[in-house]
């Protein structure tokens, strides 16, 4: 029998039972290795990610793997089901450097688990609505903000310096491009068709949509 000293307390960032949202689809939860930490800023709104993975299975892999950094709230997967990868009461490194401040606290990290020539299937779709309605029910979030409350990534994300030395730019080149947008290309990616692989636009007309209240 191991004894209790080896199973120290919990550190203090971990909450005492994981935030549960009505209606947001969940049919696994992996509450892994994706780190988590307190909020820093109140809910905001919800950011939509691709992972650039190939395979859901490698992809769910990757965030049990000790060298994965990144972490989603939510990966939607391509048959629709929907693995919760991080109490969604806690924060979690998603975003990087964005137009808004503190945007792991901000943004709720939806993610659909595909890559950048691979658009979303219709299940994976229907979940990432379904779970971005549930959030606006939720945080009794307006229809009418629904443009500022779901973003792309793409439309968040910002260089820094940091990003460009590590991307091998040279300052003199880099400068030009801190603190604006162009550093990720998901969730719509950069297909030749120009084909979206997550269509922000559709996404939140579908959940306005929703939201609306029923006529008569
Ligand atoms: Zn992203």
Not at 149 to 174: K, L
Not at 182 to 189: A, E, L, Q, S
């Amino acid at each position: 029998m191991t004894s209790p000293a080896a199973f120290p307390n919990p550190p203090p960032y971990r909450r005492a039972a994981p935030l549960v949202i009505p209606g947001v689809p969940v049919t696994q939860v992996r509450h892994s290795r994706v780190l988590q930490q307190p909020l820093v800023a109140p809910r905001a709104g919800i950011m939509l990610h691709y992972d650039d993975s190939s395979r859901d299975d490698w992809a769910l892999a990757w965030f049990d793997d000790p060298r994965c950094t990144n972490g989603y709230t939510w990966l939607a997967l391509d048959d629709g089901g929907l693995a919760e990868l991080a109490d969604p009461g806690m924060r979690t490194p998603h975003a990087g450097a964005c137009l808004t401040k503190n945007p792991n606290s901000a943004y709720y990290g939806l993610s659909a688990a595909t890559n950048g020539l691979v658009p979303v299937t219709d299940r994976q779709l229907a979940t990432i609505i379904a779970t971005c309605v549930a959030l606006f029910r939720f945080h009794s979030w307006a229809a009418a903000s629904v443009d500022v409350r779901i973003v792309g990534h793409d439309a968040q994300a910002i260089w820094t310096p940091a990003y460009t030395r590590a991307a091998g730019i040279a300052d003199a080149a880099g400068s030009k491009l801190w603190g604006t947008l162009g550093r990720k290309v998901d969730p719509t990616g950069v297909r030749k068709d120009h084909q979206p692989i997550l269509d922000v636009a559709a996404v939140r007309q579908e959940v306005r949509r929703r939201l609306a209240p029923v006529a008569g």
